[in-house]
């Protein structure tokens, strides 16, 4: 593992760092496995290249699509994706057409 080359941290700051989490993903939680090490993402800011923790591959994933949506949508945050993305998932657009279809549930 050379962390301090790819991301400017020594291997010791690295397993502070997963202790620090309590071995799980900063995210969603999941369990990290100390000795899957390839399976643990060093989350960091490509800009500026500060580490901000570390993720299991599908956060590191979604944080990742997040960043290139709020990007090309001129954000300047990802704060404002999600934002938009929670108002979008609790106030659909195509909510109204289930009140008109027979079986599907009306959530609202």
């Known amino acids: 593992m050379d962390t301090e080359r790819h991301y400017g941290i020594t291997e010791s700051q690295y397993y502070d760092l997963w202790e620090k989490q309590g071995g799980s993903c900063g995210v969603c939680s999941t369990e990290l496995h100390r000795e899957h090490i390839n399976g643990v993402h ?3 800011d490509h ?10 591959g599908e ?27 929670t108002r979008y998932l ?8 289930h009140e008109h279809i027979r079986g599907v549930p009306n959530v609202d």
């Open 42 to 44: 060093v989350d960091h």
């Open 47 to 56: 800009a500026t290249g500060r580490v901000r923790g570390l993720l299991c």
């Open 59 to 85: 956060c590191n994933t979604m944080e990742g699509k997040l960043g290139g949506a709020a990007k090309r949508a001129g954000m300047k945050t990802l704060r404002e994706i999600v934002v938009r993305l």
């Open 90 to 97: 609790e106030e659909p657009p195509a909510s109204y057409l």
